[in-house]
């Protein structure tokens, strides 16, 4: 082969591997964080304009790790255990602050399974945080709001039975997913609630629960 055919052949495989190199940029580029399937575009939105300007996502744990631990963790759990699980949740999003003076601002999210089941007395936690308010969605849903003196923490909990788990984990180990916020200086506690149960149906998708829990996309009206 002459010079100038190992040339040609040498410039072709270049933009080959040039165009296929953006094309999977592209592609990338083109899917959603865990953080935009989560929050949606009004979350995005409502995030910025609180802050006043544009916000960071750093990586954090996908949905994918979340959903491997839970079923893990699900699936370990026995009925006639009494002792308190040591479960962990995935960080699956984060938002910080773009202005780097700000370093404290932090949004973000986690689920995991949760110690606590379905059905625990949450107003008893009282004696840990100066308050808990708890609101019952409906049958398969509830949201926990825990103020630690002035600092809220906004959590979601979901009956999700998983294949081959032991009958009745959906209430034993229900889905948690929690939103800490100091970010976007929003006080409205039922701003949150709302995002953070937008995010808990995303979750509820990608987890595959058998018992297709009911997660709506607003707080109830009373």
Not at 55 to 66: F, V
Not at 88 to 109: F, M, P, W
């Amino acid at each position: 082969m002459n010079s100038k055919k190992i040339l040609a052949t040498s410039t072709l495989v270049g933009l080959l591997i040039a165009a296929t190199a953006c094309d999977a940029e592209t592609e990338k580029s083109s899917s959603p964080s865990a953080c935009e399937r989560l929050l949606g575009q009004s979350g995005i939105e409502w995030l910025e304009h609180n802050q006043g300007q544009e916000a960071d996502s750093s990586e954090s744990g996908d949905l994918k790790d979340a959903k491997e631990d839970f079923y893990r963790d699900a699936r370990e759990w026995k009925p006639d255990n009494d002792k308190t699980p040591t479960f962990l949740s995935t960080e699956v999003c984060r938002y910080l602050a773009h202005d780097k003076s700000n370093e404290q601002g932090i949004l973000s999210l986690s689920y995991g399974a949760s110690i606590l089941p379905f059905d625990y007395p949450f107003n008893k936690e009282e004696d840990t945080y100066s308050s808990v308010s708890v609101v019952s969605v409906n049958s398969d849903v509830k949201l926990v709001t825990r103020d630690d003196d002035g600092t809220l923490e906004y959590s979601v909990y979901v009956k999700c039975q998983v294949s081959d788990a032991s009958p009745g984990q959906e209430r034993g180990v229900p889905i948690e997913g929690t939103m800490r916020d100091t970010l976007t200086g929003d006080t409205d506690t039922n701003t949150h609630l709302t995002y953070l149960l937008q995010s808990a149906r995303t979750v509820v998708d990608d987890f595959s629960c058998k018992n297709k829990p009911s997660v709506p996309t607003q707080l109830p009206s009373d």
